[in-house]
């Protein structure tokens, strides 16, 4: 069984570009939830995703946004990237029911806007 | 807006010592506090857990005391390891918000 992989694990962007994060869930979680983690500080809720359906949002603006896939993999999407973009971008997923706290995070991809 | 506060940022202890580390929330709908241990290169991963109506948990040398009338709670860790060299999230949730709420964080060093 393997866990939470994520894709690519380095990436630098220029402000005001585009860029795609990827997440692939654990075996039979159907639920993937996203975080943004700067340097020093703790993990931020971004949003999580049900059934290809957002299902809860942070406090993060509309150019952040996501998918979900049939077979429950995801992306993160952020446009227009601004410096203060940088940061570990985190996904966790979940089994069916589970609480938040029982997800499991992936090594995270880190993001350099310069 | 920060929820959950983590203290301290940073912290030195001998190996065989006792790490403590503390948070204080606000949000009295918290209804779940995990603790995250998470190393380099890693995603955060869960350590131990604890409802609000217990007011100690202990699983190895990781212990959980939570003061629900003070809303703090904090991680001991007995015996410290050079492995448990690592930093430590504290966490809320409240249950159907779909979300955790992290304190900042703090960085364990033990010493050899």
């Known amino acids: 069984e393997t866990g939470v992989t994520q894709s690519p694990t380095h990436l630098i962007k220029t402000r005001g570009q585009q860029v795609t994060l990827r997440c692939s869930s654990q075996?039979?979680?159907?639920?993937v939830s996203w975080y943004q983690q700067a340097l020093g500080q703790g993990p931020q809720f971004i949003f999580q995703?049900?059934?290809?359906?957002?299902?809860g949002r942070g406090n993060f603006p509309p150019r952040f946004s996501g998918l979900q896939f049939p077979n429950y993999s995801s992306e993160l999407n952020v446009n227009a990237l601004e410096l203060d973009d940088s940061a570990l971008y985190l996904c966790?997923?979940?089994?069916?029911?589970?609480?938040?706290?029982?997800?499991?995070f992936g090594p995270g991809t880190r993001l350099t806007v310069t | 807006q920060q929820q959950v506060k983590q203290s301290p940022q940073s912290l030195i202890v001998q190996k065989g010592g006792i790490s403590i580390i503390n948070c204080a929330y606000e949000?009295?709908?918290?209804?779940?506090f995990p603790w995250y241990q998470q190393f380099p290169g890693k995603g955060p991963a869960l350590l131990i857990a604890?409802?609000?109506?217990?007011s100690e948990k202990k699983e190895g040398r990781f212990t959980i005391s939570f003061n629900k009338s003070a809303k703090q709670f904090s991680l001991h860790i007995m015996d410290s390891q050079p492995g448990d060299s690592a930093t430590y999230f504290c966490?809320?949730?409240?249950?159907?918000?779909?979300?955790?709420?992290f304190g900042q964080g703090t960085r364990l060093t033990i010493n050899p």
């Open positions: 966790a997923s979940s089994l069916p029911g589970a609480s938040s706290y029982e997800q499991y």
């Open positions: 075996s039979g979680h159907n639920t």
């Open positions: 995703y049900y059934r290809e359906e957002e299902n």
């Open positions: 949000n009295t709908a918290f209804d779940y």
């Open positions: 604890i409802r609000p109506d217990v």
């Open positions: 966490a809320a949730e409240t249950q159907g918000a779909q979300k955790l709420v």
